[in-house]
């Protein structure tokens, strides 16, 4: 490489922690010296607002930065794989989005620098994912990481490679997941540390420095994709379990949810509390004037603090609610 080239960087995302990462970027000190150039930056559609969690503008934002933007709707359309074919960039880093990248992309550092490997220092395919890799490979690790009583998570920067989450760790960056946390704050955990991770990787890149272990595949785990029924309460569970789900669906998740006769309640705050003996689990124990009720469980009861819907009139105490097996409900509610 000539002297005092920069690094060229394409980024891709149309996520907040995309924004994150970016800013870290554009904060350190390779890229206020020149050695690394965002040479162009790929912002998923606003038409995927409706169905991604955690959707940002990062057009708006890398137009109003005199970053050059443009919007896609999938990798794999021939548009965005002409426009990266001349881009000739050194690394291209995607954040905060769940399609996978097409081989054909992953080989066009690799083909820039007329190369036989698919990364090296000074080139490559780079993503983050916000759990310790090899730990929780795959979908919905906000939720999964409260659903399965972590204390300790973390964001990890890797090699992209074919199989999802599967490439070398570049960096990690962890954090503590506190017992009463929900699915917000630790979103907002896991935003601080993708823009740490931007900020060092803006320095390996701009040295051209990118090095990576690979994982230990013996060790990886895989969690699955969620869907918004996923949060349906089942009081057949206990409280604990009950209480971790709902901090988990918490926003900017769809939020968990019952149903009590042609109502949705959908909770954002409870808490545990006893219960007489000999209450079958679902059962309605007290209406509360304070808006607040409470609901038996496997193993004693929660107390419901907080609906964002749902009418109380639809309940009484001495009331069964219907566990998920037993009625159907539309995945989009």
């Given amino acids: 490489m000539p002297e005092g080239y920069a690094a060229r960087v394409v980024f891709v995302s149309g996520h907040r922690f995309g924004v994150e990462a970016l800013s870290g970027l554009m904060e350190s000190e390779a890229f206020s010296r020149g050695s690394l150039n965002i040479a162009a930056v790929l912002c998923q559609h606003p038409m995927h607002a409706y169905s991604?969690?955690?959707?940002?503008?990062?057009?708006?934002?890398?137009?109003?930065r005199s970053?050059?933007?443009?919007?896609?709707?999938?990798?794999?359309?021939?548009?965005?794989?002409?426009?990266?074919?001349?881009?000739?960039?050194?690394?291209?880093?995607?954040?905060?989005?769940?399609?996978?990248?097409?081989?054909?992309?992953?080989?066009?550092?690799?083909?820039?620098?007329?190369?036989?490997?698919?990364?090296?220092?000074?080139?490559?395919?780079?993503?983050?994912?916000p759990?310790?890799?090899?730990?929780?490979?795959?979908?919905?690790?906000?939720?999964?990481?409260?659903?399965?009583?972590?204390?300790?998570?973390?964001?990890?920067?890797?090699?992209?490679?074919?199989?999802?989450?599967?490439?070398?760790?570049?960096?990690?960056?962890?954090?503590?997941?506190?017992?009463?946390?929900?699915?917000?704050?630790?979103?907002?955990?896991?935003?601080?540390?993708?823009?740490?991770?931007?900020?060092?990787?803006?320095?390996?890149?701009?040295?051209r420095a990118l090095i990576a272990e690979p994982q230990m595949q013996c060790n990886a785990t895989y969690w699955g994709r969620r869907q918004p029924r996923d949060g349906w309460l089942d009081f057949n569970l206990k409280s604990k379990e009950l209480l971790r789900l709902i901090r988990a669906c918490h926003s900017p998740y769809p939020g968990a949810f019952f149903v009590a006769g042609d109502a949705i309640f959908i909770v954002q705050d409870a808490c545990e509390q006893d219960r007489k003996a000999n209450i079958s689990p679902g059962t309605i124990l007290e209406l509360n004037c304070d808006g607040s009720y409470a609901i038996s469980t496997s193993d004693s009861a929660i107390r419901i603090l907080k609906c964002s819907s749902g009418n109380m009139a639809c309940l009484r105490v001495g009331q069964r609610i219907m566990s998920p097996n037993q009625i159907s409900i539309d995945d989009e509610a």
């Fill in 52 to 64: 991604v969690v955690g959707y940002s503008d990062l057009y708006t934002f890398s137009c109003e």
């Fill in 131 to 207: 759990t310790i890799l090899p730990v929780g490979r795959g979908r919905a690790p906000i939720p999964w990481s409260i659903i399965k009583s972590l204390h300790n998570s973390g964001v990890t920067a890797f090699l992209l490679e074919e199989e999802a989450d599967s490439g070398g760790i570049i960096d990690q960056e962890f954090f503590q997941i506190d017992d009463l946390d929900h699915a917000g704050d630790v979103f907002e955990k896991v935003a601080r540390c993708h823009r740490r991770i931007g900020q060092r990787l803006a320095e390996m890149l701009g040295n």
């Fill in 67 to 129: 970053l050059n933007a443009r919007c896609f709707h999938s990798l794999s359309s021939a548009p965005v794989g002409k426009f990266l074919s001349q881009t000739r960039h050194d690394y291209l880093l995607v954040v905060g989005l769940s399609q996978l990248v097409p081989p054909a992309i992953l080989d066009l550092p690799k083909n820039f620098n007329h190369a036989r490997s698919r990364h090296s220092e000074s080139y490559g395919c780079i993503g983050m994912h």
